[in-house]
């Protein structure tokens, strides 16, 4: 309602009172340009073109459509030779400092090119932006500088938290994949044939090589920034195959080692089951000697018999105590092997210490 009776007294000329209540309504609505324009205006029409002008250009900040507003405006024919003076600074000044934006624009294409890959979800939107901001870099209007101004200034901050985001992507990643190879080390450090490895370590390194390329580069450098990104999925893909190969040496590394803990236990028990039936067949002899009548004791006593008893014994000894041995190994398989890389892992870090 304050609006229409300060323009309504701007019509009937009473500017003194429409000013002053343009000002009233701004207090209300500090957002509101209308306002603040027609007070502009009607300062224009009292002869205050120069403090108009002071309104006026704080106005083209806030929107720059008030410039081409003011350029059409016929209500402004006072103050106009004025006015044209003071915009035609603004004006050169947009234009000069459009052609640093264009410049600049050509130069974020550029950037874009070198960072990102054409597969990369960022490429294409950055893209589809710049291509917007050289489109109104060709036309030839105040608002359409401000807007490629304003616009590029967004685009900086946008390209900014991305490449921040990127970077902070690639060091998540590059640590998550640096404790895979740790651990694809540890397990590969127990296979038995280092000569059977060769294919595996030149993968390895390869991995190796680029994580510390990319934690000793900077990464906000466009060059680096690519590489890094490149590099990242390679060293996955490799650290996959790592993986894959890793199954087979698993395979044979546990086969190995059961078998020796196999081995192990059936020499152990074969030479306790030796050892009995040596000191045993004799004592039964001994003892049982007063014993007639007795089948198989008389087969253990005939010298003929005795060697051919042994033999059978002997071989079903080494039956038992391989399955003996079997079982044995394949209960403690895991407990074993589990202390044996413990002790193994604390020796390597006491010597690590101890450099």
């Known amino acids: 309602m304050a609006m229409l009776q300060a323009r309504l007294m701007e019509v009937e000329g009473n500017l003194k009172d429409a000013v002053n209540t343009y000002k009233r309504v701004n207090t209300v609505a500090p957002t509101w340009v209308q306002p603040v324009y027609r007070q502009a205006v009607c300062m224009v029409k009292m002869g205050f073109t120069g403090q108009a002008m002071d309104i006026l250009f704080d106005l083209i900040s806030r929107d720059p459509n008030i410039f081409n507003r003011i350029l059409l405006d016929p209500e402004l024919e ?9 915009l035609w600074e603004k004006w050169n000044q947009a234009e000069t400092t459009a052609e640093d934006i264009r410049e600049e624009v050509n130069s974020l294409t550029e950037d874009i090119a070198k960072r990102f890959d054409e597969g990369h979800p960022y490429f294409e939107t950055a893209n589809e932006e710049l291509d917007r901001l050289k489109n109104l870099s060709l036309t030839s209007n105040y608002v359409a ?9 967004r ?11 990127e970077v902070k992507r690639i060091n998540a990643n590059i640590e998550y994949l640096s404790d895979r190879l740790r651990e694809i080390q540890r397990e590969a450090a127990w296979f038995p044939f280092p000569r059977l490895l060769l294919e595996f370590n030149r993968e390895f390194n390869f991995c190796v090589d680029k994580i510390n390329w990319i934690r000793t580069q900077h990464l906000n450098d466009a060059d680096n920034f690519r590489k890094s990104l490149k590099f990242v999925d390679e060293i996955e893909e490799h650290i996959h195959s790592l993986q894959g190969r890793l199954v087979t040496l698993r395979i044979v590394r546990d086969s190995t080692l059961f078998t020796l803990m196999l081995g192990r236990n059936f020499i152990w028990l074969e030479l306790v089951g030796l050892g009995l039936l040596l000191v045993g067949l004799p004592a039964l002899i001994y003892f049982t000697k007063d014993i007639q009548g007795n089948y198989i004791l008389d087969m253990i006593k005939d010298a003929n018999q005795r060697w051919e008893i042994s033999k059978g014994l002997v071989i079903i000894l080494s039956i038992l105590c391989l399955a003996v041995a079997s079982v044995k190994s394949a ?3 895991d407990r074993r092997k589990r202390e044996l890389f413990e002790q193994i892992d604390d020796e390597i870090r006491k010597a690590s210490r101890r450099r």
């Open 78 to 86: 006072r103050g106009r030779v004025q006015l044209m003076g003071a």
């Open 145 to 153: 500088y401000q807007q490629m101004l304003k616009g590029t200034e």
């Open 155 to 165: 685009f900086q901050t946008a390209l900014s938290a991305e490449v921040k985001r």
């Open 331 to 333: 209960l403690s398989f």
